[in-house]
């Protein structure tokens, strides 16, 4: 964003934080399109960014989708449509569990789509090492969760 003035002349202020939020989204954005396209000429058709940060929440035993919501900041709702899909996918599979909460996990195909894409973000691991250094990208994850922990502290005050 720019830091001139607007049509209305209202300054736009310059922030290291903007910065960081648009440089971390634009990794984030690159990195689940790498992984999507490379999946899904594995052969996972549905392996979408969105697909993968889903599965990305669910533990390796079993989820509910209370859970799974919360995690992701969605409705009960939407979570119950992207499991109905992602059962007829083969990913995962629901099954009755107690009172009227149905259990959610992986099938065998799903762990091996989490298994590959694992793999594929260790693949980028050793390029990351290569090129900007093992102890710079270690120092570069150290810090975001550093800033993360301070954020989240600005959150709860």
């Known amino acids: 964003m720019s830091i001139r003035l607007t049509k209305n002349n209202i300054p736009m202020v310059e922030s290291q934080s903007l910065q960081l939020v648009l440089a971390a989204a634009q990794v984030h954005e690159k990195i689940a399109l790498y992984l999507s396209e490379s999946l899904k000429n594995k052969g996972?058709?549905?392996?979408?960014?969105?697909?993968?940060?889903?599965?990305?929440?669910?533990?390796?035993?079993?989820?509910?989708?209370?859970?799974?919501a919360r995690t992701l900041g969605v409705s009960r709702?939407?979570?119950?449509?992207?499991?109905k899909e992602l059962c007829k996918a083969g990913y995962i599979e629901q099954r009755d569990g107690?009172?009227?909460?149905?259990e959610i996990f992986f099938t065998k195909t799903g762990e091996l789509l989490m298994s590959d894409a694992r793999q594929l973000l260790a693949d980028i691991d050793t390029v990351l090492n290569k090129d900007v250094g093992e102890?710079?990208?270690?120092?570069?994850?150290?810090?975001?969760?550093?800033?993360e922990q301070i954020i989240s502290q600005l959150s709860t005050e």
């Open 44 to 68: 996972y058709k549905l392996a979408s960014p969105s697909v993968l940060n889903f599965l990305s929440t669910l533990e390796c035993g079993i989820n509910f989708g209370s859970e799974i």
């Open 77 to 83: 709702q939407m979570v119950a449509k992207t499991v």
């Open 98 to 102: 107690k009172g009227k909460q149905k």
């Open 135 to 147: 102890n710079e990208l270690k120092a570069t994850v150290t810090e975001l969760q550093s800033i």
